[in-house]
């Protein structure tokens, strides 16, 4: 004789529960079909549509202009909504010319340092820096990159501009950070797989 034990200690016969279910599941059901019956026609695709987890995002990327943080505070705007999006793998991300066109307003954000931008347990900054891929970061990102990088091996990049002493300096294009912070990153990933090989 199956029974469901209740936080009271007291029993509940199996069978009654499986009814319990069954009767709630077809109210339910009749619900869903009243409603849509009583549905104005021309609404009812409105009602449900199967879209993927890609394309939702891609439509919130246009449209949402509110998000929660985890701090438990509301902040409005759709950069702020899009920089929360960032929290998701980067397989769903938006094509790299969307992130290309809003990464552009970068200077502006670090002149404004609005919430989002500077919030700590979003991390946005360094999320964009690790996994954006290079074609979309703004120069200013590219060559704070570089910058980083060229600090970590500073012996190295002194000795090789003693050797350009004299020469002035030519500003790299776009083009060039970009194929840069790619030889950059490509050079990382080899040394990553080159340690784990030894050990």
């Known amino acids: 004789y199956a029974t469901v034990v209740l936080w009271d200690d007291s029993h509940l016969p199996l069978s ?10 077809a109210i339910s059901i009749v619900g869903m079909v009243v409603m849509a019956l009583v549905m104005k026609r021309s609404h009812r695709h409105t009602f449900y549509k199967h879209i993927s987890f890609r394309t ?8 949402r202009d509110l998000t929660y943080t985890r701090s438990g ?3 409005p ?23 290309r066109e809003w990464l552009a ?4 954000w670090e002149a404004e340092q609005p919430k989002w931008f ?13 996994y954006v891929r290079e074609e979309a970061l703004p120069s200013t990102v ?26 002035p ?21 080899a040394r990553k797989q080159k340690r784990r090989r030894k050990m």
């Open 16 to 25: 009654l529960v499986w009814v319990t279910l069954v009767i709630v599941t």
């Open 73 to 75: 505070s509301y902040v």
């Open 169 to 189: 300096t030519i500003e790299p294009s776009t083009l060039d950070l970009v194929s840069m912070v790619k030889n950059l990153r490509q050079e990382r990933k």
């Open 105 to 108: 307003k970068w200077d502006e």
């Open 118 to 130: 500077t919030d700590p347990n979003l991390d946005f900054e360094a999320r964009i820096v690790k």
């Open 142 to 167: 590219l060559r704070k990159i570089l910058i980083r990088e060229s600090s970590r091996s500073a012996a190295r990049l002194e000795s090789q501009a003693s050797s350009f002493a004299g020469f």
């Open 77 to 99: 705007g759709l950069d702020a909504s899009r920089s929360q999006m960032f929290s998701f793998t980067s397989s769903y991300w938006v094509s790299t010319a969307k992130l």
């Open 56 to 63: 939702l995002l891609d439509e919130q990327w246009e449209t």
